[in-house]
């Protein structure tokens, strides 16, 4: 087995045996239940309204969806921080790391290791919680917001991008700087994010300007943004000013630089845990 | 096997900022050979290992090991490591951390299931090899990574302090798998400051103090080599006393009392032999030991105080 896949594996067997893989199914599957279940008892009402004001019916339904993958959006983030934010510093701080470190192993296979490991469980994650809701809501209603698919690849990119940056935060920070580091820029890309929104509607160049250098500093927020725009019946996407929707244009150049902005956060991190001293 | 020593390194230093750490480590280390590596706390020790391990990247100066530079990566399937606080993740059972730093090393899953239960058997863990590391103690910890860093057989092998947190038993465990290394021709880096441990393992002692390895020396040659003696006899003659330079030098009389120094502790028997043949009543004879722990202290300073 590569060295890489067998540090991947450890990552696995970690979230496995410490219950974190349990803990998040479980409850990923009761969050999906209440869903279900809420849906189910409204069903009636839905299709009734789809006969009479389908308009206003579909836009209720899709603000529905779009609110289930808001939370799973949110959950996603917060998951991949959890799981990842201690990985590297942790074992520094505990020595641990000295065991492996001095294995026939390159520090870049140790890291590109945990990446695989978290990317797995990420990509697992937001396939369970966001093929759950469009799946149950198809189901009970019969209804699929557009675009589902690049939205959801969106939705995955935004979990990358935060893992990407908790793991380059590991190779420098302890643990808990780490956490705090993370959600922090998370918390400056989601303000700046509502900056753009709102500078936009108000035609404030300024303003949307503040929102785009945050975006540029931490894309996630914007990738919400654009998978919500995306999977928003177009009549929405004017109007429709909610951390649930979005009027912000996705652009392919925005997507171009969170790769490159990936890429680059990634191979940080390589280069500082390979001249770190253990 | 290549003729290349196990270690070799010129002008090693460490700087953390403006704290140098370890200020120029120049040392051989053969094939084989067991090698003490002494020094009071904060000395440098820990820093020297970690360097030759390329945990922390030297500052100058060069190294290598089993003749490949230290920042090479294949070369450490050969190598074993005993951190000085060993630790792992706890979610694992001692036999799960073996496996999987078996597979680390690139080692078959045969090979590592023969040698997992030996390992386990010999630091006498075998027990408690389906535990999990969270429940076990200080010593138990201990002992898994004595393990861990034999698990390749390797041919050099670094113990920083592995007999911290272990009780008596466990502490012969260590002398006792030092002595099983050397039969196997593996060589040992030892870091201690247990100097009774090193005295009774090592072939060779480097002294380290402020960074700097102010003395390196066989034991042999620091135990029983130059040895003051006092010998309290009478009836001493002048031509007895002239003849007890041929085994040593500074020969001084003084009232019932003689002392000298002999270069080795061979010769006291036969000065002995020549005190009573010539006549003298010879009440004792007592060599100076120095021990480890004397030259300890002169060489590193008896302070007490970490610098
Ligand atoms: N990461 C670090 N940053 C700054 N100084 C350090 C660091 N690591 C070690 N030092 C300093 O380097 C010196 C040598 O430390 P080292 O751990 O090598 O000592 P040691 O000989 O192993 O001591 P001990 O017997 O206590 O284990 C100490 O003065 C220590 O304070
Ligand atoms: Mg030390």
Same mark, same amino acid.
């Given at each position: ?278 | 096997? @290549? ?6 390194? @010129? ?38 290992? $970690? ?6 990247? +030297? ?57 997992? +239960? ?15 590391? $969270? ?5 138990? %910890? ?7 860093? %034999? ?5 050099? /092998?670094?113990?920083?302090? +592995? ?28 870091? @201690? ?11 060779? /002692?480097?002294?380290? @103090? ?34 007890? $330079? ?43 030991? /120095? ?17």
């Amino acid at each position: 087995m590569s060295r890489i896949a067998l540090i991947a594996q450890l990552t696995f067997h970690e979230a496995r045996r410490r219950k974190i893989m349990w803990a998040a199914v479980l409850l990923g599957l009761a969050f999906l239940a209440i869903y279900a279940l809420g849906l189910y008892f409204l069903r009636g009402e839905i299709i009734t309204g789809m006969d009479q004001y389908p308009q206003g019916t579909l836009t209720a339904v899709n603000m529905l969806v779009m609110m289930a993958l808001y939370a799973v959006n949110f959950l996603i983030i917060v998951m991949t921080v959890l799981t990842s934010v201690d990985t590297i510093a942790g074992e520094v701080a505990s020595g641990a790391i000295h065991a492996i470190a001095t294995k026939p192993i390159r520090r870049a296979e140790i890291l590109l290791g945990k990446w695989l490991g978290f990317a797995v469980m990420l990509v697992l994650y937001a396939t369970l919680m966001i093929g759950g809701v469009v799946l149950i809501t198809r189901a009970l209603t019969g209804y699929t917001p557009p675009n589902v698919l690049r939205g959801s690849l969106l939705m995955v990119l935004e979990g990358f991008i935060v893992l990407h940056l908790s793991l380059l935060g590991g190779t420098f920070l302890s643990t808990l700087a780490n956490g705090v580091f993370v959600l922090g820029l998370f918390g400056v890309a989601f303000i700046g994010g509502w900056m753009e929104e709102f500078g936009s509607l108000m035609y404030n160049e300024t303003v949307v300007n503040i929102g785009i250098l945050s975006s540029l500093i931490m894309p996630s927020e914007a990738m919400w943004r654009w998978a919500a725009y995306l999977m928003q019946p177009p009549l929405l996407r004017t109007f429709n000013v909610s951390p649930f929707g979005s009027n912000a244009q996705p652009s392919l150049a925005m997507v171009a630089y969170t790769f490159a902005y990936l890429v680059a956060a990634l191979a940080i991190a390589i280069r500082n845990f390979s001249r770190k001293d253990l | 096997m @290549s003729a290349s020593p196990a270690i070799e390194t @010129s002008g090693l230093r460490k700087e953390y900022g403006a704290k140098v750490a370890v200020a120029d480590l120049s040392l051989t280390v053969q094939r084989g050979e067991i090698f003490g590596f002494l020094g009071p706390n904060g000395a440098g020790k820990t820093t020297a290992v $970690k360097m030759l391990l390329g945990l922390i990247a +030297p500052t100058a100066g060069a190294g290598r090991i089993l003749g490949r530079p230290l920042s090479d990566i294949e070369v450490r399937r050969r190598i074993g490591f005993l951190p000085e606080h060993f630790r792992f993740y706890d979610w694992l059972t001692a036999r799960e951390l073996l496996r999987y730093h078996g597979k680390l090393l690139g080692m078959t899953d045969a090979a590592c299931e023969k040698q997992i +239960p030996e390992l386990l058997e010999m630091v006498g863990l075998i027990h408690h090899a389906d535990q999990r590391l $969270k429940t076990f103690s200080k010593g138990m %910890l201990q002992r898994v990574g004595l393990a861990q860093a %034999l698990l390749n057989d390797p041919e050099l /092998v670094f113990l920083d302090e +592995p007999t911290s947190g272990l009780d008596p038993i466990g502490r012969r465990m260590v002398r006792d798998v030092i002595r099983h290394l050397r039969d196997k021709g593996c060589a040992v880096f030892l870091n @201690s400051h247990l100097l009774g441990e090193v005295e009774i393992t090592c072939d060779r /002692v480097a002294f380290i @103090s402020e960074g700097v390895v102010v003395r390196t020396a066989s034991l042999r040659q620091l135990i029983a080599g130059e040895t003051t003696v006092h010998i309290r006899a009478a009836g001493v003659t002048p031509e007895t006393l002239e003849g007890l $330079k041929q085994w040593g030098r500074e020969v001084r009389a003084d009232g019932t009392y003689i002392h000298m120094v002999v270069d080795e502790e061979e010769s006291l028997p036969a000065i002995a032999n020549w005190i009573v043949a010539n006549g003298a009543r010879l009440y004792a004879l007592t060599p100076e030991r /120095v021990s480890l722990e004397d030259l300890f202290m002169e060489v590193v300073g008896d302070t007490g105080e970490v610098k």
